[in-house]
């Protein structure tokens, strides 16, 4: 067995390890740091003695009395009487011995050193590797050479506390190399808080900051729908550049599981892939895995390849069997299999690709297969802006009676953008033509729908705005305030759209930016006629001395002169809209770290609340964050008259000096239950850490019509300088909860001369 590697430990280097000019008139320069400089060749280093008395012959030996002391380099013998022996180049230490060997300094009764190769013993010695922090101490200790010793009967750790470490390796021997970077326990046992926690015949640990192979810290976990769930990655570091992570898994109600992961990197590619499979899963009496490639390519000049992978079992494999480092919030029903190239130059955007999709939904999203997409545009010529996007895409769905084709779009436009101090205004014609090739209709389409058919649909738009600024003083503060109206007008005339299959289109989300758009559809198969005004105002505050927006405030007023008659069903009625929709939004920075966000969108013609979102995040420092948010959308028939009604919250929160809350929840307050929660907190001790959560998820579910929910708990103990990779539940906290700090890291590393001798 072997551990991941600990924390960096390094000299300065670059420019910040470089010396620099200090004032006249002396010319001197100033060294951030000391440093070696090597000896000239042919040449060896002078030995240097020290000591209350000394004694000897000339060329033979050398007997140093009280507090005595042997320099060589970067090696220091010292004792109460050292002994040179010239000839054989050996030192013999006895009384209060201290050895300091480049990086390591060993402390014992009595030790034996032959200078010149490093090589030699103590006995019952202390022992501490500078440049890692890690330390020990042994029966006995044999130096190899200037890299390598072997430790007897030993202890080793890599906590500061030397006398009372949190955690130790005890072993019937070490085998330190320092360079290739580890030690390695024979028959070792691993004790944490005095307590012998893991055993094994072999295992490895990192003596510095590079990648070594391993085991990976495990992972713990106690879960209503896995029940004991226990992982022990291994990852092989296989080169700089390739390495592969092998995580058995065991789950006491399902069986084991592995999963391989493989990433890669290269100046002109790069990817990773991911498998995992559990053989006969106990619940569900079904083999069940996942699949995921990813691997991006540049071939340069604008040149560029991609797949996205994506392939599973069933649809609960998202939840059912995720790694502790996901995000169990929704499981997904939908995964995308997509393969492309793209080319990049000047003005020209292609993409070419191939989209499918492996879904368990009852309304899956079709397939490009395949799909050329080619964009152009150009700006400021002769004061012009201009472009347009031709897109070829054939649809295909696993569903059965479905209406499937082709699909032709071409979408030029060009805009002659005006602009002055303060001011802007800028007038633009679009043209949307569409061309349908279909080579299936089902039974749902409408009466008559041909299978070649085209239309095309003009749009005319005017953007308009002025900015404003004043100087203003507010509770002491220097500000500028912004006062920005716009105007914003689009119309376009009505097309009859019945025949054009959905195949690729939606609504627009609510926002204030959808406002200023010209269509309220995304996607090629629709485009809404619009006769409508957006007004907006908008003024902001900002700091004259740090340029910081402290707020901003919005209201924005739709009118729409004609209902709109394009719907994305053909069966759908045409709603009466005519009127106004008002749009109020803010964002204020109060105090340090206080941030709070609040939009509405009122009918102002029916006289109620359509949509709102409210919120605040207050992040006074590092690991101190709190969230509130709430979102409230009225029923409609998208929402099976349902209206959406959330409240999502989420903290991190320091109970102690060490001790931290971390936790999130996610209330329907329409269906009255918890969709998602995270409650957990997290120790950070000086050498080690300890995260703990109970965490409840939402399953995907394609047979029952109410989502099921399971619950998991989770724990994972770090301990520092033996291991610093997280694979659990810093990550899955960071997922949760936005604004997350993870613990704070180990110490920088030392040069070894700040503490030199």
């Given at each position: 067995m072997s551990l991941a590697p600990s924390p960096a430990r390094a000299q300065l280097s670059g420019a910040a390890a470089q010396a620099g000019p200090a004032d006249p008139p002396w010319g001197l320069r100033l060294a951030p740091e000391m440093t070696e400089h090597p000896l000239p060749a042919n040449t060896s280093a002078a030995i240097f003695g020290i000591a209350d008395a000394a004694d000897g012959d000339e060329d033979r030996d050398l007997s140093l009395k009280g507090h005595g002391e042997l320099r060589r380099d970067a090696t220091i013998v010292r004792g109460d009487a050292v002994h040179y022996d010239i000839d054989r180049n050996v030192v013999d230490a006895y009384g209060h011995v201290r050895i300091v060997d480049n990086y390591d300094v060993f402390a014992g009764p009595e030790a034996h050193l032959q200078v010149e190769a490093n090589e030699g013993t103590m006995t019952t010695p202390s022992y501490h590797f500078n440049l890692t922090g890690g330390s020990g101490s042994a029966d006995s200790i044999d130096l190899i050479d200037n890299e390598r010793s072997v430790v007897h009967h030993g202890t080793y750790t890599a906590c500061q506390c030397e006398t009372d470490p949190a955690w130790y390796l005890k072993a019937a021997s070490f085998d330190m190399d320092q360079g290739s970077n580890e030690g390695i326990a024979h028959n070792g046992v691993l004790f944490f808080q005095g307590v012998p926690i893991f055993a094994s015949p072999w295992l490895s640990f990192p003596l510095s900051n590079a990648r070594q192979s391993g085991f990976l810290p495990?992972?713990?976990?106690?879960?209503?729908?896995?029940?004991?769930?226990?992982?022990?990655?291994?990852?092989?570091?296989?080169?700089?550049?390739?390495?592969?992570?092998?995580?058995?898994?065991?789950m006491s109600k399902r069986g084991a599981m592995l999963t391989t992961n493989f990433r890669y990197l290269s100046p002109t590619y790069s990817g990773s892939v991911t498998i995992a499979y559990l053989p006969d899963d106990a619940l569900t009496k079904t083999n069940r895995y996942s699949i995921n490639i990813q691997h991006n390519q540049n071939f340069g000049d604008g040149l560029a390849a991609y797949v996205n992978y994506s392939q599973v079992s069933d649809v609960n494999v998202t939840t059912d069997l995720n790694s502790n480092t996901a995000s169990l919030v929704n499981g997904q029903d939908i995964f995308q299999q997509e393969a492309g190239v793209t080319y990049n130059n000047g003005p020209w955007s292609v993409l070419t690709r191939v989209q499918r999709w492996q879904s368990f939904s009852t309304a899956p999203p079709y397939n490009r297969a395949p799909e050329l997409d080619v964009k152009y545009n150009q700006y400021n010529v002769g004061g012009f802006d201009f472009g347009a996007e031709a897109d070829a895409t054939r649809f295909t769905i696993s569903t059965a009676d479905s209406t499937e084709g082709s699909r032709l779009t071409f979408n030029p436009y060009v805009s002659y953008p005006l602009s002055g101090p303060g001011w802007f205004i800028t007038p633009k014609v679009q043209w949307h033509y569409v061309a349908y090739d279909l080579s299936s209709i089902g039974s749902t389409a409408p009466t008559g729908q041909p299978k070649s058919f085209s239309f095309n649909v003009p749009t005319l738009s005017l953007d308009s705005g002025l900015v404003f600024e004043r100087s203003i003083r507010l509770f002491g503060t220097d500000y500028i305030q912004t006062l920005e109206p716009r105007l914003y007008y689009v119309y376009t005339p009505y097309r009859n759209q019945t025949f054009a299959p959905v195949f690729d289109t939606g609504e627009e989300d609510f926002g204030l930016a959808q406002i200023f758009t010209d269509n309220t559809f995304v996607g090629g198969d629709r485009v809404a006629d619009l006769n409508r005004v957006t007004a907006a105002l908008t003024t902001r505050f900002i700091n004259q001395a740090t340029g910081d927006e402290r707020a901003r405030f919005v209201v924005a007023q739709e009118y729409y002169f004609t209902n709109p008659q394009?719907?994305?069903?053909?069966?759908?009625?045409?709603?009466?809209?005519?009127?106004?929709?008002?749009?109020?939004?803010?964002?204020?920075?109060?105090?340090?770290?206080?941030?709070?966000e609040q939009a509405?969108?009122?009918?102002?013609?029916?006289?109620?609340?359509?949509?709102?979102?409210?919120?605040?995040?207050?992040?006074?420092?590092?690991?101190?964050?709190?969230?509130?948010?709430?979102?409230?959308?009225?029923?409609?028939?998208?929402?099976?008259?349902?209206?959406?009604?959330?409240?999502?919250?989420?903290?991190?929160?320091?109970?102690?000096?060490?001790l931290y809350a971390v936790g999130q929840a996610n209330f329907d307050m329409v269906a009255h239950r918890l969709v998602a929660g995270l409650l957990g907190v997290q120790y950070d001790a000086d050498c080690w850490s300890l995260s703990f959560a109970v965490q409840k998820y939402t399953n995907v579910s394609t047979t029952t019509t109410a989502a099921s929910s399971a619950t998991r708990v989770l724990l994972q103990l770090q301990l520092k300088g033996l291991t610093k990779i997280d694979n659990g539940l810093s990550e899955q906290f960071k997922a949760s909860i936005p604004?997350?700090?993870?613990?704070?890291?180990?110490?920088?590393?030392?040069?070894?001369?700040?503490?030199?001798?």
């Amino acid at each position: 067995m072997s551990l991941a590697p600990s924390p960096a430990r390094a000299q300065l280097s670059g420019a910040a390890a470089q010396a620099g000019p200090a004032d006249p008139p002396w010319g001197l320069r100033l060294a951030p740091e000391m440093t070696e400089h090597p000896l000239p060749a042919n040449t060896s280093a002078a030995i240097f003695g020290i000591a209350d008395a000394a004694d000897g012959d000339e060329d033979r030996d050398l007997s140093l009395k009280g507090h005595g002391e042997l320099r060589r380099d970067a090696t220091i013998v010292r004792g109460d009487a050292v002994h040179y022996d010239i000839d054989r180049n050996v030192v013999d230490a006895y009384g209060h011995v201290r050895i300091v060997d480049n990086y390591d300094v060993f402390a014992g009764p009595e030790a034996h050193l032959q200078v010149e190769a490093n090589e030699g013993t103590m006995t019952t010695p202390s022992y501490h590797f500078n440049l890692t922090g890690g330390s020990g101490s042994a029966d006995s200790i044999d130096l190899i050479d200037n890299e390598r010793s072997v430790v007897h009967h030993g202890t080793y750790t890599a906590c500061q506390c030397e006398t009372d470490p949190a955690w130790y390796l005890k072993a019937a021997s070490f085998d330190m190399d320092q360079g290739s970077n580890e030690g390695i326990a024979h028959n070792g046992v691993l004790f944490f808080q005095g307590v012998p926690i893991f055993a094994s015949p072999w295992l490895s640990f990192p003596l510095s900051n590079a990648r070594q192979s391993g085991f990976l810290p495990p992972t713990f976990s106690l879960s209503s729908t896995n029940g004991f769930d226990l992982t022990v990655p291994y990852y092989f570091n296989i080169a700089p550049n390739y390495d592969l992570t092998v995580t058995p898994r065991y789950m006491s109600k399902r069986g084991a599981m592995l999963t391989t992961n493989f990433r890669y990197l290269s100046p002109t590619y790069s990817g990773s892939v991911t498998i995992a499979y559990l053989p006969d899963d106990a619940l569900t009496k079904t083999n069940r895995y996942s699949i995921n490639i990813q691997h991006n390519q540049n071939f340069g000049d604008g040149l560029a390849a991609y797949v996205n992978y994506s392939q599973v079992s069933d649809v609960n494999v998202t939840t059912d069997l995720n790694s502790n480092t996901a995000s169990l919030v929704n499981g997904q029903d939908i995964f995308q299999q997509e393969a492309g190239v793209t080319y990049n130059n000047g003005p020209w955007s292609v993409l070419t690709r191939v989209q499918r999709w492996q879904s368990f939904s009852t309304a899956p999203p079709y397939n490009r297969a395949p799909e050329l997409d080619v964009k152009y545009n150009q700006y400021n010529v002769g004061g012009f802006d201009f472009g347009a996007e031709a897109d070829a895409t054939r649809f295909t769905i696993s569903t059965a009676d479905s209406t499937e084709g082709s699909r032709l779009t071409f979408n030029p436009y060009v805009s002659y953008p005006l602009s002055g101090p303060g001011w802007f205004i800028t007038p633009k014609v679009q043209w949307h033509y569409v061309a349908y090739d279909l080579s299936s209709i089902g039974s749902t389409a409408p009466t008559g729908q041909p299978k070649s058919f085209s239309f095309n649909v003009p749009t005319l738009s005017l953007d308009s705005g002025l900015v404003f600024e004043r100087s203003i003083r507010l509770f002491g503060t220097d500000y500028i305030q912004t006062l920005e109206p716009r105007l914003y007008y689009v119309y376009t005339p009505y097309r009859n759209q019945t025949f054009a299959p959905v195949f690729d289109t939606g609504e627009e989300d609510f926002g204030l930016a959808q406002i200023f758009t010209d269509n309220t559809f995304v996607g090629g198969d629709r485009v809404a006629d619009l006769n409508r005004v957006t007004a907006a105002l908008t003024t902001r505050f900002i700091n004259q001395a740090t340029g910081d927006e402290r707020a901003r405030f919005v209201v924005a007023q739709e009118y729409y002169f004609t209902n709109p008659q394009v719907t994305l069903d053909s069966g759908a009625s045409v709603t009466d809209i005519r009127g106004s929709d008002v749009i109020v939004g803010a964002s204020l920075k109060i105090g340090p770290g206080f941030t709070t966000e609040q939009a509405v969108q009122y009918d102002e013609q029916r006289n109620q609340l359509d949509q709102g979102t409210s919120g605040f995040t207050w992040k006074p420092a590092d690991r101190e964050v709190i969230s509130i948010a709430y979102r409230y959308t009225r029923a409609d028939e998208d929402l099976d008259n349902e209206a959406e009604n959330q409240i999502v919250a989420s903290g991190q929160w320091p109970l102690s000096r060490k001790l931290y809350a971390v936790g999130q929840a996610n209330f329907d307050m329409v269906a009255h239950r918890l969709v998602a929660g995270l409650l957990g907190v997290q120790y950070d001790a000086d050498c080690w850490s300890l995260s703990f959560a109970v965490q409840k998820y939402t399953n995907v579910s394609t047979t029952t019509t109410a989502a099921s929910s399971a619950t998991r708990v989770l724990l994972q103990l770090q301990l520092k300088g033996l291991t610093k990779i997280d694979n659990g539940l810093s990550e899955q906290f960071k997922a949760s909860i936005p604004g997350y700090t993870p613990l704070p890291s180990p110490p920088e590393p030392e040069s070894r001369f700040s503490n030199y001798e």
